[in-house]
């Protein structure tokens, strides 16, 4: 039976917050089990209500009805269990209560759907000073998180700057290599800040011809003078890190260098301006079979990858006899070249050009010498000979014995 045939292998499965999932995710082998082949809950459907880890049986069920059980485990997941809210202190002047997603300083990596409460009820926000604060943080499937952070209480100043009344947030920049970004690009809230507002680097402008993430200050300069400086983090990528070039084998024939790019299958993906070099020098051409070679692969903005293929030499070469007829000494041949000279008897061929001497007759009782011979050309044609042969024997046979007859 199938049962008996097949062994069904189980695997964790993982699976978020209130989603079902398929009871076949906890085999692992199921492209070797036989089609039809389906899956069931053995004891009714999971709780996938409550996040944690526990055991689960699934019924396979075969084409010819026979069934195998297989014991494997769900984990699930929440929102909480997935995300890390990260806290960022907060500043407000005496009598303004701050909005408690002031307090998270990674938002825009949390869920959307995802809302902020003060944990323990609204901050005092009358009194000068600093004081920890609480924020709850509910995702969208129900889970919390809860994170500490400060809030600082500040005596409203008289004639307050730009500066006291706009906080920008900083985001990280993505930039390619050779590209230096607009400071500004490090700003999440510019559209929150009063026009006017310039951004400079901080530090002076950051190394964008080395690939890999690093920390860059932006300032920001207000209209009324006033400045914020805001820390953030700058991505550079090169074309190495954005492109993936795929091997492909390539063939040759023998003292035939190809051209290193043909061991690249995807290069219409590839930047213009892509070239290719063999890594290790040019390979070896004048043996034919397959090796390995290394191609490289040179971008524009001068990052280079490295792909390994194969190269197989083939030597066409062939021997091809000079007039077609390669006997090889075997057996032996009619030699038909000069099919209209039907009295020249059977010709051997040795080796040699035999060159028919004109009018020449073979002796009718000569069987001596006369041989049979494979039959490989044209049937027709030397049926009549033989015929005609026949004929010409009696008739000279009858010619001889009339002959002797007047004698």
């Known amino acids: 039976s199938d049962a008996h045939k097949y062994t069904p292998e189980g695997q964790p499965i ?14 692992k082998n199921k492209g070797d089990l036989p089609t039809g082949t389906t899956y069931t809950w053995t004891n009714g459907e999971p709780d996938v ?39 960022n202190p907060i500043n407000t002047d005496k009598g303004h209560m701050p909005d408690p997603s002031e307090g998270i300083g990674n938002k825009g990596d949390l869920p959307t759907g995802t ?10 926000v009358n009194t000068p000073g600093t004081k920890p ?31 006291d009344k706009y906080t920008p947030e900083g ?33 002076g402008e950051p190394d964008v011809n080395t690939p890999g993430t690093k920390p860059v200050t932006i300032t920001v300069t207000y209209p ?39 061991g690249i299958g995807n290069k219409g993906d590839l930047p213009t301006g892509t070239d290719y070099t063999w890594t290790n020098g040019e390979p070896d051409v004048t043996t034919p079979g397959t090796r390995e070679v290394s191609i490289t692969v040179h971008y524009p903005d001068g990052s280079t990858d490295v792909v390994t293929t194969t190269i197989t030499v083939v030597d066409d070469k062939t021997t091809t006899p000079e007039n077609g007829n390669n006997n090889n000494g075997k057996g032996n041949v ?6 209209g000279n039907n009295n020249q008897g059977n010709v051997e061929n040795t080796g040699s050009t035999v060159q028919p001497s004109a009018n020449k ?32 024997s009696f008739a000279a046979m009858f010619g001889l014995g009339k002959k002797k007859r007047q004698d």
Not at 14 to 27: A, E, L, Q, S, Y
Not at 176 to 189: A, E, H, Q, R
């Open 14 to 27: 993982n699976t978020d917050k209130g989603v079902m999932p398929n009871p076949g995710d906890g085999i």
């Open 49 to 87: 209500s409550t996040p944690g880890t526990k055991p689960v049986t699934i019924t396979v069920h075969y084409p010819d009805g026979t069934t195998d059980t297989v014991t494997t485990t769900i984990t699930v997941t929440d929102d909480a269990d997935k995300y890390t809210p990260k806290p």
């Open 115 to 124: 809302t902020y409460t003060w944990t323990n009820g609204e901050p005092d």
């Open 133 to 163: 604060v609480t924020i709850t943080v509910t995702y969208p499937d129900g889970s919390t998180d809860t994170v500490t952070t400060t809030i600082t209480v500040k005596e409203p100043a008289k004639n307050p700057t730009d500066a």
């Open 171 to 203: 985001q990280p920049i993505n930039t390619d290599k050779g590209v230096m970004p607009n400071p500004g690009d490090g700003i999440k809230n510019k559209d929150g800040l009063p026009d006017g507002t310039k951004y400079e680097w901080a530090n």
């Open 224 to 262: 009324d003078g006033t400045t914020d400086t805001v820390t953030t983090t700058i991505t550079v990528t090169d074309d190495a890190d954005k492109y993936t070039p795929e091997p492909n084998p390539i063939n040759t024939d023998k003292g035939h260098m190809p051209d290193p790019s043909e």
């Open 334 to 339: 009619i030699n038909n070249d000069n099919q």
């Open 361 to 392: 007759t073979t002796p009718t009782n000569n069987t001596e010498n006369t041989k049979t011979l494979p039959q490989t050309g044209n049937d027709t044609n030397k049926t009549a000979s033989l015929v005609g042969l026949g004929l010409a």
